[in-house]
């Protein structure tokens, strides 16, 4: 009964509902609704981590490099993993795969940001004259 005690209170518990993670689906938004919420979350947090299953990884992967070939993000880290799942139609345990890429901001981040803002001021001051 020792052990067992002790082994509940060595537990760490994970928060599951990270306030900088994204769960990226690719048939609920659109991409750049994903790469926009990336930027808003690495400016509140410094960095953001995207999250997919299955068919969805592309979608996160092409999140990835749209925010780092544009100078806003750096990788951290990237997890690759399978999860278990049940089939809806069949009933039937399925695996599918699984891919954590944590992103964080560059050196000049704000900066690009802040030129991004005036530049869309500019445009929006044009339209409207």
């Known amino acids: 009964m020792e052990e067992i005690v002790e082994g509940v209170n060595n537990i760490t518990i994970v928060d599951l509902h990270k306030k900088n993670r994204i769960q990226v689906s690719n048939t ?34 092409t999140i990835a490099e749209i ?5 806003l993000a750096v990788e951290k ?16 345990p399925i695996q599918k795969a699984k891919i954590e890429i944590v992103l964080g901001k560059t050196e000049n981040f704000d900066e690009l940001m802040a030129a ?14």
């Open 116 to 129: 991004a803002a005036e530049e869309r001021e500019a445009a929006e001051s044009e339209d409207q004259s």
């Open 67 to 71: 925010l780092k070939n544009n100078g």
């Open 28 to 61: 609920k938004k659109p991409l750049f609704f994903y790469v926009n919420l990336a930027k808003r979350y690495m400016q509140q947090h410094s960095e953001v981590e995207l999250s997919a299953l299955g068919m969805a990884i592309a979608t996160v992967v």
């Open 77 to 92: 880290k990237i997890a690759t993993s399978t999860v278990d799942m049940r089939d809806e139609s069949r009933g039937r």
